[in-house]
């Protein structure tokens, strides 16, 4: 097999798990590119993309086919972070996952990382204030070792939200990225209020029509 065979196939298989991650809402990397070679029809042993070029390819993806109706969705998808944030506040928390890097799509959640002595006191702060929620755990790579980190998941609108609670030290340490490795990025209710105010002046200054599908 030529070096530059197997890279145009990394590369499909990137963008086939792209529009999957995107379209679908798969949001295992894994997941997505072996469902990614079965559509295609290449080898179970053909060499597979990186997550790195899958979230390169789901920013391809998005310029190339994204409309009008995307992008608001996606501006609903930031005022809903900054609501959750604000009903939050007291616990410091940090928007992170796809809507942060700019790769969300429909079916794309808001993560919000929150931080408490215990994850009770996120329970009760939600139940006072008649929020509806479900716990959930979530499995993250911290320190060069997988932790389970308790949460819960509920819905602002029609959006789903999902909050992470983390010991108070862990504001200092982000898990890793599922992408890159790196630590996660994380933005706090400055940096989210500023990108919802950026939005809502566009949408203002937008002409009618605008880009669209």
Do not use: C
């Not at 190339?64 to 109706?69: N, S």
């Not at 139940?127 to 819960?152: D, H, I, N, S, W």
């Amino acid at each position: 097999m030529s070096e530059s065979w197997d890279r145009r196939a990394r590369l499909r298989v990137a963008d086939a798990a792209a529009r999957l991650m995107v379209e679908e809402g798969i949001r295992d990397y894994q997941h997505a590119k072996r469902k990614a070679v079965e559509r295609l029809g290449l080898n179970a042993r053909s060499s597979l993309p990186t997550n790195v070029e899958i979230h390169e390819a789901i920013r391809r993806y998005r310029e190339a086919f994204f409309t009008e109706a995307d992008y608001a969705h996606e501006a609903l998808l930031w005022r809903t972070a900054l609501a959750a944030m604000r009903l939050l506040e007291p616990f410091q928390p940090r928007l992170t996952g796809a809507v942060l890097e700019g790769t969300a799509g429909r079916h794309s959640p808001v993560v919000l990382h929150v931080f408490a002595e215990t994850p009770e006191e996120v329970l009760w702060h939600l139940m006072e204030r008649g929020v509806q929620y479900r716990e959930l755990e979530r499995r993250l790579r911290l320190r060069g070792e997988l932790r389970a980190f308790p949460g819960v998941r509920f819905f602002g609108g029609e959006i789903e939200v999902e909050v992470l609670v983390f010991p108070g030290i862990g504001l200092r340490e982000a898990p890793a990225s599922q992408t890159d490795g790196r630590p996660m990025r994380r933005a706090g209710l400055p940096e989210v209020l500023a990108r919802v105010r950026d939005l809502e002046g566009v949408a203002r200054v937008s002409p009618p029509g605008g880009r669209g599908g």
